[in-house]
């Protein structure tokens, strides 16, 4: 197979393709670590969100204003937010 030798126009400095150190992929193994804990959180916290309500409509259930639901749940999914943009944005290692 013949090497073909490229010029990149923005800094004149020639680039062997078939040398370069492009894998093919988008993210590297911590990228995708990171994603999958992100979107863990995420899960977690929603599920947290599940429940409160009154099996009868006429009765009122104040379950819905406890911590897990209003606090905890809500920083929990707003973490896995966090985390799933900074995986995206870490360059990935090599």
């Given at each position: 197979?013949?090497?073909?030798?490229?010029k990149?126009?923005?800094?004149?400095?020639?680039k062997?393709?078939?040398t370069?150190?492009?894998?093919?992929?988008?993210f590297?193994?911590?990228?995708?670590?990171?994603?999958?804990?992100?979107?863990?959180?995420?899960?977690?916290?929603?599920l947290?969100?599940?429940?409160?309500?009154?099996?009868n409509?006429?009765v009122?259930?104040?379950?819905?204003?406890?911590?897990?639901?209003?606090t905890?749940?809500?920083?929990?999914?707003l973490?896995?937010?966090?985390?799933?943009?900074?995986?995206?944005?870490?360059?990935?290692?090599?």
């Amino acid at each position: 197979m013949k090497k073909k030798d490229v010029k990149n126009p923005a800094s004149g400095v020639s680039k062997d393709i078939a040398t370069s150190k492009y894998s093919g992929f988008a993210f590297g193994k911590e990228n995708y670590k990171l994603l999958f804990i992100g979107l863990a959180f995420i899960v977690i916290g929603f599920l947290l969100m599940i429940g409160g309500g009154s099996d009868n409509p006429n009765v009122f259930s104040d379950k819905i204003f406890d911590f897990r639901r209003l606090t905890l749940a809500p920083i929990l999914v707003l973490t896995g937010y966090i985390i799933e943009i900074f995986a995206i944005m870490k360059k990935p290692k090599g």
